[in-house]
C-alpha cells in the first residue's frame, strides 16, 4: 500500500501486515500494521520505523515521498522490536540525521544495534523540537508499555503520535477509524481495542489515568490520535481516550464469562447449568472453551464481563493444564475490578478447584466461594446445583457490578 496523507505534508508510511497470527504469542486474526509517519516540513521529520520484516516497504513509502537522505529527524517513541528493528536500514540511507529518543531508549537501542555513528539526543517530557513551521512536544510514558516509551505531539496540528496505545492489532485496506467504520463496523474496531488493552495494557491501568490526566492538565488538545498499530482515530479521538479512561476505572460488561476445560467431558456438562442459572438472573454470558480458543481471546473476553467463573478437571490432583496457564498468564496482566470463582469434575482425589481458588486470591480479585465440585459426570441433581450455583454466582457479580456505578 503507498503512503497516504493523514494531514497535510504528514504521512502515513507504514506497513501492513496480513498474514500475522502468531504475535510473540498473542494470536492475531485480523493481522496488523506497523505504523510509522513522516513530516515533510523544512526539517523533513520521520516518526518510528517498523519491523525489519517490511523494512522495504516503508522505505519504498519514502521513497514515494522524499529522498531518504533528506530525512533530518528520526523520533523513536519506544524500542520494541516492531517498531525499531529497521533503524539500522533508515540510518544508512540518511546517516546524518539525528535520533530523538528517551534516555531509556538510547541506553536499549544499543543493545541492539552499534550506535557509535549515529547522532542521537535524548530527549525528556517537556522537551520540544522546532521543524520548521511545526513544533514537537515530547512526553514520556515509562512503562506505558516499556521502560524507555514516550508519546510524541505535534502542536500546530493537534496531533499525538502515541506509539502502541491506542491501537489495534487490526490489518485493514483503510487508515481511519471512520472509513473503518463504514466498510466493518464500530463493534469490529471497539472489539479490537479491548483486545490489545486486555492483552498488552491490563497491567497499566492506574498509569494510563495517570498519563491522560497528565495530557489534560498540560492542556493539550488532541484532533488526531496516530499509533503505531491498526487504524488512525481521526474522527474519534474523544472516544478512544475514554474507552481507556473507562477500562483503567475498571468499567466492564454486567456478565460472566465461563472459562473451561474438559477431559471427559464432565466439566464441561457443567457449563450449560450454569449458564443458564447466570442467564435466568438475566445476565449475559459467555462460554469459552480454553483448547478450543487462543489465549489472548480468552484474556478479552475474561476482561469484558465483570464476573468469570473458571472451570477444571482434576488432573494428577492439581488443574488441567490449559486452565492453570491461563490463570498464570492473568496473574501476570494484574487484572482488579472483577469477581471470580472456580468449579470442576473429579475422579477421586479433586484438587482442581482448590488449586484455582489459591491461584485466583493470590491475585486479589474478589472471591466468590466455595466453589463448586462434581464426582465423575454430573447427575440430574448436579446439574440443579450447577444451575443454583449460576444463579448465585450471578447475584453476587449484580451485586459487585453496582460498586462500579456512579
Ligand atoms: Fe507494537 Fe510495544 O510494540
Not at 505531539?153 to 502515541?162: D, H, I, P, R, V
Amino acid at each position: 500500500m503507498a503512503s497516504v496523507e493523514i494531514k497535510k505534508d504528514i504521512f502515513w508510511v507504514g506497513a501492513i501486515d496480513w498474514a500475522v497470527r502468531d504475535f510473540h504469542g498473542y494470536e492475531t486474526p485480523r493481522g496488523t500494521t506497523y505504523n510509522n509517519y513522516l513530516i515533510i516540513d523544512d526539517d523533513i521529520t520521520l516518526i518510528d520505523t517498523v519491523k525489519e520484516d517490511f523494512a522495504d516497504v516503508t522505505i519504498k513509502n519514502i521513497k514515494s515521498l522524499v529522498s531518504p537522505e533528506s530525512i533530518k529527524n528520526v523520533v523513536i517513541n519506544h524500542i520494541e522490536n516492531d517498531h525499531v528493528t529497521s533503524i539500522d536500514r533508515i540510518m544508512a540511507l540518511t546517516p546524518n540525521a539525528t535520533i530523538y529518543i528517551t534516555e531509556k531508549g538510547r541506553k536499549g537501542l544499543a543493545r541492539f544495534f552499534d550506535i557509535s555513528n549515529w547522532n542521537i539526543k535524548t530527549v525528556k517530557t517537556g522537551d520540544t523540537l522546532k521543524i520548521g513551521k511545526r513544533t514537537l512536544l515530547f512526553l514520556e510514558t515509562p512503562m506505558l508499555h516499556w521502560p524507555d516509551s514516550m508519546v510524541t505531539y505535534l502542536k500546530e496540528e493537534k496531533l499525538l503520535f502515541s506509539q502502541d496505545a491506542f491501537g489495534q492489532h487490526l490489518a485493514s485496506a483503510v487508515r481511519f477509524d471512520d472509513e473503518f467504520i463504514t466498510c466493518a463496523s464500530m463493534y469490529e474496531l471497539d472489539d479490537a481495542v479491548i483486545d490489545y488493552y486486555a492483552n498488552i495494557l491490563m497491567p497499566f491501568g492506574q498509569l494510563i489515568k495517570a498519563k491522560i490526566a497528565e495530557i489534560q492538565k498540560l492542556g493539550i488538545e488532541i484532533d488526531m490520535i496516530a499509533p503505531d498499530h491498526g487504524i488512525i482515530w481521526r474522527s474519534h479521538p474523544n472516544k478512544i481516550l475514554q474507552m481507556y479512561l473507562d477500562m483503567a476505572n475498571g468499567v466492564a460488561k454486567e456478565g460472566v464469562t465461563i472459562i473451561y476445560d474438559t477431559m471427559w467431558h464432565s466439566t464441561e456438562l457443567m457449563t450449560t447449568p450454569l449458564m443458564q442459572g447466570i442467564k435466568d438472573e438475566g445476565l449475559e454470558c459467555k462460554i469459552i472453551k480454553l483448547r478450543a480458543t487462543p489465549m489472548s481471546v480468552a484474556v478479552k473476553e475474561f476482561w469484558k464481563y465483570r464476573g468469570a467463573l473458571f472451570g477444571s478437571p482434576t488432573l494428577n490432583n492439581t488443574m488441567f493444564p490449559t486452565v492453570a496457564q491461563i490463570l498464570y498468564h492473568l496473574s501476570g496482566l494484574r487484572p482488579k475490578n472483577r469477581i471470580v470463582g472456580a468449579f470442576g469434575s473429579y475422579g477421586w482425589g479433586g484438587g482442581a478447584v482448590k488449586e484455582a481458588y489459591e491461584f485466583l486470591k493470590k491475585m486479589g480479585l474478589e472471591l466468590y466461594e466455595p466453589g463448586l465440585q462434581i464426582n465423575y459426570k454430573p447427575s440430574l441433581e448436579d446439574e440443579t446445583r450447577c444451575y443454583d450455583f449460576g444463579r448465585d454466582f450471578a447475584k453476587k457479580v449484580k451485586e459487585y457490578h453496582q460498586k462500579f456505578q456512579s
